[in-house]
């Protein structure tokens, strides 16, 4: 296990240090002059010189890849060219909205794809199966933007149900909460669908029904635990996923979370604010693969035994 544990925690840095140098020789060829953009078109020459050299612009590219692996060793993400905030607490700023957006959506679309799942895999080929499937396929096609548009219109500005922007309470997340339960709901139902039905052919089900356990104790406790590896794999990256930035949700509603600072910062080109939220998002990424490793030996004992 440790040996295991170790081997995983060297790709996952290999994995960070290869986003970093990608993401750094990326934002190096963005056009135009950086110094200008931070100093202002009106900047003079001494200026704009001692910009380059507080920002090691005016090194060549292998040394400030260099500087920048350093500054990622200490934890340092830089400072933002627009607003001279240390990029790290930027993030943290506004990673509680995230979080609280992301929290609330999980939640959403599990309570109603898990009986689906569970429901469809038991009635397999019913019409209520057929149904979950049709509105599944269409949640799954459905542009993010646009939905999150007609839900705050129709709920939001005509109906007066939900506050259509900002983040003042909890009431705030339930529209764009809703707007990624929609969007989420139904390839999840499916997702879980698909390992139930495995599952409840196996010979312990058919084991668990002979000894007389209710059909909910079946369904459950014995099928829907074993069906949960498949759907905790993709759940943990999907998290992840928008802890690191829900980029069109948070902008419609504008909410001050990660995905805004993203956005923003694209169209600023404010190159530190956009290293940073790649970075933190594929750190994110990597540490749900982590944590989905750990998880997997909880929920089948079976893994741990045969590492």
Same mark, same amino acid.
């Given at each position: ?9 060297f790709?996952?840095? *290999? ?5 970093a140098?990608?993401?750094f ?12 953009i $931070?100093a202002?078109p ?16 005016? =090194?060549?590219?292998?040394v ?5 692996y ?14 001279? =905030?240390? *990029?790290?607490?930027? $993030? ?14 999980? *939640? ?7 009986p689906a ?22 949640? !799954? ?9 007609m ?7 005509k ?18 909460a809703?707007?990624?339960? *929609? ?20 010979a ?8 007389g356990?209710?059909?909910?104790a079946v ?15 993709? !759940?943990g990256?999907? $998290? ?33 604010? $956009? ?8 750190t ?24």
């Amino acid at each position: 296990m440790p040996l295991r544990l170790l081997n995983r925690l060297f790709w996952s840095v *290999v994995t960070l240090l290869g986003t970093a140098t990608l993401i750094f020789l990326l934002t190096s060829v963005v056009p135009g002059d950086v110094a200008r953009i $931070i100093a202002g078109p009106k900047a003079t020459p001494e200026v704009l010189q001692q910009v380059r050299q507080r920002y090691h612009l005016d =090194q060549p590219v292998p040394v400030r890849l260099i500087h920048y692996y350093g500054q990622l060793a200490r934890g340092d993400l830089g400072h933002s060219f627009v607003t001279d =905030q240390p *990029v790290a607490q930027a $993030i943290l700023t506004r990673l509680p909205c995230t979080a609280a957006l992301c929290a609330t959506a999980v *939640v959403m679309w599990m309570l109603v794809a898990i009986p689906a799942g569970v429901l469809t895999a038991k009635y397999r080929g019913s019409w209520f199966d057929r149904a979950i499937l049709v509105l599944a396929t269409i949640g !799954l096609s459905l542009p993010a933007f646009w939905l999150a548009r007609m839900l705050q219109y129709s709920m939001g500005y005509k109906l007066g149900w939900f506050p259509v922007a900002g983040f003042r309470s909890f009431g705030h997340l339930l529209l764009p909460a809703a707007t990624l339960a *929609v969007l989420y709901a139904g390839y999840y139902a499916r997702l879980i669908h698909t390992s139930m039905a495995e599952v409840l052919d196996t010979a312990y089900v058919r084991a668990a029904r002979a000894k007389g356990q209710s059909e909910t104790a079946v369904l459950f406790r014995h099928a829907f635990r074993n069906a949960l590896i498949p759907v905790v794999t993709i !759940l943990g990256m999907d $998290i992840a996923a928008l802890l690191g930035g829900v980029l069109f949700t948070e902008s419609v509603f504008a909410l001050p979370g990660i995905g805004t600072l993203a956005v923003q910062s694209v169209f600023n080109l404010d190159v530190p604010v $956009i290293m940073g939220t790649v970075m933190f998002s594929a750190t994110m990424i990597v540490a749900a693969n982590l944590l989905v490793d750990v998880l997997y030996r909880r929920i089948d004992p079976r893994i741990k035994a045969a590492h």
